[in-house]
């Protein structure tokens, strides 16, 4: 199949994450549901930015939880066969996915648009804050117990208010789109070059 076409546009999700242990879309509501039993709250508040304010270990809590699968796991087979059907195409991957293992498998960072941003990237809760300055790497795992944080509260390294990670999954006024709009107009190159060949052929293969 992958040889008739010479321009590939990956959609991957959740479901391409489980040969590597990670849970699937309704494995990441039940770890929501049970942050939000934990902590006496209702489930949309665990994603949503003000509860970083509001109770900043409930909700780094959650992430903590996150980050220790997520962070803790390696890319699978999958990915590299992936990679090596896709030599020498002209590709685009477009991901769901928080875990960075397009990165891990070496895919090229240019051709991926991660449309709930990286848990390995950390920003400011004060969007005034992310406006002046870029995004950071995480540098080392928070722990959590009963998915409420344990040790110090991440902090903003410009500002010193509460840090959280460049994940989206809500309405989110407070995400930073710095490096999520840089790949989106990246995507957008792409698939407009595409389209403006003579007699394009483009395999969309949605995977998990």
């Known amino acids: ?19 590597a242990g990670l ?5 990441m509501h039940r770890m929501v549901d049970e ?13 949503h930015p003000d509860f970083y304010q509001q109770n900043p270990r409930g909700a780094w809590g959650m992430k903590a939880r996150v980050m220790n699968i997520f962070l803790t796991k390696k890319p699978h087979a999958g990915y590299y066969k992936l990679k090596e059907l896709l030599h020498n195409k002209n590709f685009f991957i477009i991901t769901s996915n928080i875990d960075d293992h397009y990165r891990e498998a070496g895919f090229d960072e240019n ?37 409420v944080l344990q040790g110090p509260i991440p902090k903003c390294k410009f500002c010193n208010n509460y840090a959280r990670p460049n994940v989206c999954f809500t309405d989110d ?25 003579r007699n394009p052929k483009l395999l969309i293969l949605e995977i998990g």
């Open 35 to 47: 942050a939000a039993h934990n902590l006496g709250v209702e489930p949309y508040m665990i994603e």
């Open 173 to 197: 006024a407070s995400f930073c789109n710095k490096i999520r709009n840089a790949q989106k107009a990246k995507y957008n190159e792409w698939i407009k070059k595409v389209s403006h060949k």
């Open 1 to 19: 199949m992958f040889s008739k076409y010479d321009n590939i546009l990956i959609l991957s999700g959740a479901g391409f994450g489980i040969d």
């Open 111 to 147: 051709r991926l648009y991660e449309i709930h941003g990286r848990l390995k990237l950390l920003q400011c809760v004060s969007r005034t804050c992310n406006l002046k300055h870029n995004l950071w790497k995480l540098d080392h795992l928070p722990q959590e117990e009963n998915m």
């Open 23 to 27: 849970p699937d879309y309704q494995g």
